[in-house]
């Protein structure tokens, strides 16, 4: 077993057997090759850099040399804390779903489709966030005064 998953391990011998069997279900899904893959994949220099490169301004102009630079950064540092989100992954997944939520999730996941689809799923919702980033930009300017306003109230 895992170190990262320790913990979540560990619940199992101190919760009612429901729980447990939600507890051994959701370690189950978080260890499923896809949802291993997708994280690799959320995680990489490439994705991160991506990411990283959505968020800053619009007219900020980065080489794709330096936006894999700080890629890179970025994903040395989030495999630091991997194991720890893992943990919350797992502790989570046994909070909110339920025997039959996971079991739907394993299977899924399990088939090629389901595989195939959660590795799209980050270089999709990258792809999406990047569109929508400057009319995302344009939005938080509008209402920037407004949430300023609440926060001196």
Do not use: C, W
């Amino acid at each position: 077993m895992k170190p990262q998953f320790l913990a979540a391990a560990i619940a199992l011998f101190t919760v009612p057997a429901f729980a447990q069997d939600t507890n051994e279900l959701a370690i189950q899904y978080v260890e499923l090759p896809a949802v291993q893959n997708m994280m690799t994949e959320m995680f990489s220099p490439t994705s991160m850099g991506n990411q990283m490169a959505a968020s800053f301004p619009a007219g900020l102009n980065l080489s794709d040399e330096k936006i894999l630079q700080i890629g890179e950064v970025m994903s040395q540092a989030m495999s630091d804390i991997r194991p720890a989100m893992e943990t919350q992954m797992i502790l989570g997944s046994a909070e909110f779903f339920s025997v039959d939520e996971l079991q739907a999730l394993i299977d899924f996941y399990s088939s090629e489709a389901g595989a195939s689809i959660l590795l799209k799923m980050t270089p999709f919702m990258a792809h999406v966030l990047g569109e929508l980033q400057p009319q995302m930009q344009a939005m938080q300017l509008r209402v920037q005064p407004e949430i300023i306003a609440i926060v001196q109230e």
